[in-house]
């Protein structure tokens, strides 16, 4: 259950105290530039400037315009009228300060247009907050959200849900990990510094043999911004290390910051379940280090060239549909949540100041000691679609694939490649198809259909290789991947083929539809370099239609559909994966055919990952 307290009206008791439903889930975040108060304050989403512009004009006729520019409200009149309601929903870390300071405003009768605000303060996991914006048909039921980090209001930005306009930050956070001593002294800490790259292999390598948790970076900003700076720290082979790392971090997740803290051992007694190493935010440690005993606090390990950081924005939500009152009452919140006594509470509860200033004694209170770099400033935040690209690479990498692999072998396929001497269209596929093969694990499943057309009958598509899991083996000690790479290698032109596109497009996603795996990223990849030929096939706008008919919310099914050079219809590629939220791609150079599709199943687990 998550705590809300209703707040600001004068009949209600001053401690008035309900209770809300609620998940467990961590928090999310996709991060923007930081930047000073008054860059900020000029950030729009989706036409902020001109809806603040328009409640400051109002509120001048309104008589407060004082109010709203300096955050003075004579207080020494009767409040007018009923309560004014702002309901706001702060991420569960920042809530208790949010709340304190809406009882603030109750306890000094805070008005806006001079009636009393009754500020209801709801603590929600940002994630959850997020996924539910991201519904166009919402109605969000509250006006000021507050999640941990800016990550939320770009994915639901960039998802075309609720309008979300940022209006300034209210506090900041750096992330680090964090190690119990025994582990912290193992890595040389304070004297030690590392870089986000050399600070992970370290604590994963056998020298430390860390036991090292995260929070879930799907539900987790802490998470993904952790693993966002890893990524890019990672240099050529960022990708490939990333993913093993990943891979590692994925034995030990937990569902959501909360869990994640619950995870540290509470007894003497070594449980390899417990981990002694934690990716963290500052605050988080700081919180954590009010409440440990001897021996169970925390050190923290701030990463040089400066720690990713929680942003904390101040977002009105729909305020298309707001009356300008209830955005007033938002600003005027807003105003009293920035000012001296507000930012004293929040740094007295772990938090920096929005720009990200050094406090060293909240640090030290955190864990961080000289010479760990906790003075430096933060690092650039990531851009969403770096977050996004991130988050697909640990969905495809966490989460087991089942990918059916559906290629064209009509007669074109046959065809040279210019500047490959003695290599066919199909030759460079094949061998990319292979390589592709060798960044699955065991525990993938990967299928093989080939199709030109009446390849069975009037059937223009045959199942080559089922769709199973690369480890398995046949009674001959033969794996699957194995049979699976002879298939690939094995895949020749059809003389005289044609192009069934359409009628294999359709049968094979269904088929994935009706063999969906629970818990797996489940896609159709298409690779073709042609056009639909098939005459006796059902209509473009035929097979759009039954592909949305055949798609299922309960049972996702990606499809991506790559189109190998210049007589590929890319557009019709892109018709039939956008029928189903897909996406199509071409390759110009079939030589860049491993890259786009590994490309393409991460931009896919990312597209997973976010809905």
Request: contains cysteine; proline residues 5%; hydrophobic residues 40%.
């Given at each position: 259950?998550?705590?809300?307290?209703?707040?600001?009206?004068?009949?209600?008791?001053?401690?008035?105290?309900?209770?809300?439903?609620?998940?467990?889930?961590?928090?999310?975040?996709?991060?923007?530039?930081?930047?000073?108060?008054?860059?900020?304050?000029?950030?729009?989403?989706?036409?902020?400037?001109?809806?603040?512009?328009?409640?400051?004009v109002l509120a001048i006729g309104a008589g407060t315009l004082v109010a709203v520019e300096t955050g003075l409200l004579q207080q020494d009149e009767p409040c007018e009228?009923?309560?004014?309601?702002?309901?706001?929903?702060?991420?569960?870390?920042?809530?208790?300060?949010?709340?304190?300071?809406?009882?603030?405003?109750?306890?000094?009768?805070?008005?806006?247009?001079?009636?009393?605000?009754?500020?209801?303060?709801?603590?929600?996991?940002?994630?959850?907050?997020?996924?539910?914006?991201?519904?166009?048909?919402?109605?969000?039921?509250?006006?000021?959200?507050?999640?941990?980090?800016?990550?939320?209001?770009g994915m639901v930005t960039a998802g075309g849900g609720a309008s979300i306009d940022e209006v300034t930050r209210?506090?900041?956070?750096?992330?680090?990990?964090?190690?119990?001593?025994?582990?912290?002294?193992?890595?040389?800490?304070?004297?030690?510094?590392?870089?986000?790259?050399?600070?992970?292999?370290?604590?994963?390598?056998?020298?430390?043999?860390?036991?090292?948790?995260t929070a879930d970076p799907a539900v987790s900003a802490t998470g993904a911004l952790a693993l966002t700076a890893m990524h890019r720290a990672g240099g050529d082979d960022a990708d490939t290390r990333t993913a093993a790392t990943a891979k590692l971090l994925a034995e030990r997740v937990e569902p959501g910051d909360t869990a994640v803290l619950a995870s540290l051992p509470d007894s003497g007694l070594d449980d390899p379940r417990d981990n002694d190493a934690l990716f963290l935010s500052e605050q988080a440690a700081f919180r954590h280090n009010a409440g440990a005993g001897t021996g169970r606090r925390l050190d923290m390990f701030y990463p040089e060239g400066g720690a990713v950081a929680l942003d904390y924005p101040y977002a009105i939500v729909d305020n298309d549909a707001m009356a300008m009152d209830r955005v007033r009452a938002a600003s005027r919140f807003q105003r009293l949540l920035t000012d001296a006594k507000a930012t004293d509470l929040l740094r007295r509860q772990g938090f920096r100041s929005p720009q990200g200033r050094l406090d060293a004694e909240l640090a030290m209170a955190a864990g961080g000691a000289a010479p760990q770099p906790f003075d430096a400033a933060p690092a650039e935040a990531p851009a969403p679609d770096e977050v996004a690209s991130v988050l697909g690479m640990w969905t495809v990498t966490v989460q087991s694939a089942r990918l059916t692999t559906v290629v064209d072998v009509s007669g074109s396929m046959g065809e040279a490649v210019p500047g490959q001497p003695g290599q066919t269209r199909m030759d460079v596929?094949?061998?990319?198809?292979?390589?592709?093969l060798a960044q699955f694990t065991g525990?993938?499943?990967?299928?093989?259909?080939?199709?030109?057309?009446?390849?069975?009958?009037?059937?223009?598509?045959?199942?080559?290789?089922?769709?199973?899991?690369?480890?398995?083996?046949?009674?001959?000690?033969?794996?699957?991947?194995?049979?699976?790479?002879?298939?690939?290698?094995?895949?020749?032109?059809v003389p005289d083929g044609a192009t069934g596109l359409?009628?294999?497009?359709?049968?094979?996603?269904?088929?994935?539809?009706?063999?969906?795996?629970?818990?797996?990223?489940?896609?159709?990849?298409?690779?073709?370099?042609?056009?639909?030929?098939?005459?006796?096939?059902?209509?473009?706008?035929?097979?759009?239609?039954?592909?949305?008919?055949?798609?299922?919310?309960?049972?996702?099914?990606?499809?991506?559909?790559?189109?190998?050079?210049?007589?590929?219809?890319?557009?019709?590629?892109?018709?039939?994966?956008?029928?189903?939220?897909?996406?199509?791609?071409?390759?110009?150079?079939?030589?860049?055919?491993?890259?786009?599709?590994?490309?393409?199943?991460?931009?896919?687990?990312?597209?997973?990952?976010?809905s």
């Amino acid at each position: 259950m998550n705590p809300t307290v209703s707040l600001g009206s004068r009949k209600k008791h001053e401690t008035n105290m309900r209770l809300s439903g609620g998940t467990t889930m961590g928090r999310h975040s996709l991060p923007d530039a930081y930047g000073t108060d008054e860059a900020v304050l000029r950030r729009s989403v989706r036409g902020r400037a001109v809806v603040i512009a328009t409640a400051l004009v109002l509120a001048i006729g309104a008589g407060t315009l004082v109010a709203v520019e300096t955050g003075l409200l004579q207080q020494d009149e009767p409040c007018e009228g009923t309560d004014l309601e702002l309901a706001v929903v702060a991420s569960p870390d920042i809530a208790p300060a949010v709340r304190r300071t809406a009882e603030r405003a109750r306890k000094a009768e805070l008005k806006s247009d001079g009636r009393c605000l009754d500020i209801e303060v709801t603590a929600r996991p940002a994630a959850e907050v997020a996924q539910s914006l991201r519904r166009k048909d919402t109605r969000p039921g509250f006006q000021v959200w507050i999640p941990d980090s800016s990550i939320w209001t770009g994915m639901v930005t960039a998802g075309g849900g609720a309008s979300i306009d940022e209006v300034t930050r209210l506090a900041s956070s750096p992330v680090g990990m964090a190690t119990l001593p025994d582990g912290a002294r193992k890595l040389g800490w304070p004297e030690k510094t590392y870089g986000w790259a050399e600070l992970t292999d370290a604590a994963l390598g056998d020298d430390a043999g860390l036991r090292l948790g995260t929070a879930d970076p799907a539900v987790s900003a802490t998470g993904a911004l952790a693993l966002t700076a890893m990524h890019r720290a990672g240099g050529d082979d960022a990708d490939t290390r990333t993913a093993a790392t990943a891979k590692l971090l994925a034995e030990r997740v937990e569902p959501g910051d909360t869990a994640v803290l619950a995870s540290l051992p509470d007894s003497g007694l070594d449980d390899p379940r417990d981990n002694d190493a934690l990716f963290l935010s500052e605050q988080a440690a700081f919180r954590h280090n009010a409440g440990a005993g001897t021996g169970r606090r925390l050190d923290m390990f701030y990463p040089e060239g400066g720690a990713v950081a929680l942003d904390y924005p101040y977002a009105i939500v729909d305020n298309d549909a707001m009356a300008m009152d209830r955005v007033r009452a938002a600003s005027r919140f807003q105003r009293l949540l920035t000012d001296a006594k507000a930012t004293d509470l929040l740094r007295r509860q772990g938090f920096r100041s929005p720009q990200g200033r050094l406090d060293a004694e909240l640090a030290m209170a955190a864990g961080g000691a000289a010479p760990q770099p906790f003075d430096a400033a933060p690092a650039e935040a990531p851009a969403p679609d770096e977050v996004a690209s991130v988050l697909g690479m640990w969905t495809v990498t966490v989460q087991s694939a089942r990918l059916t692999t559906v290629v064209d072998v009509s007669g074109s396929m046959g065809e040279a490649v210019p500047g490959q001497p003695g290599q066919t269209r199909m030759d460079v596929t094949k061998n990319a198809l292979i390589q592709a093969l060798a960044q699955f694990t065991g525990e993938d499943e990967i299928g093989l259909w080939r199709f030109s057309t009446r390849l069975e009958g009037e059937q223009d598509y045959e199942e080559v290789a089922g769709t199973t899991r690369l480890a398995q083996r046949t009674d001959d000690g033969t794996s699957h991947r194995e049979r699976l790479a002879s298939a690939f290698g094995g895949l020749q032109p059809v003389p005289d083929g044609a192009t069934g596109l359409y009628d294999t497009a359709l049968a094979a996603y269904e088929r994935q539809v009706k063999e969906y795996a629970p818990g797996r990223f489940n896609a159709v990849v298409l690779l073709t370099d042609g056009a639909n030929e098939d005459p006796g096939s059902i209509s473009a706008g035929d097979l759009a239609a039954r592909l949305r008919e055949a798609a299922d919310p309960d049972r996702p099914v990606g499809l991506i559909a790559i189109g190998i050079g210049p007589e590929a219809d890319i557009e019709a590629c892109g018709q039939i994966a956008k029928a189903v939220g897909g996406e199509s791609y071409r390759v110009t150079d079939p030589k860049e055919i491993h890259a786009v599709l590994l490309r393409a199943v991460t931009d896919a687990g990312a597209k997973a990952a976010l809905s």
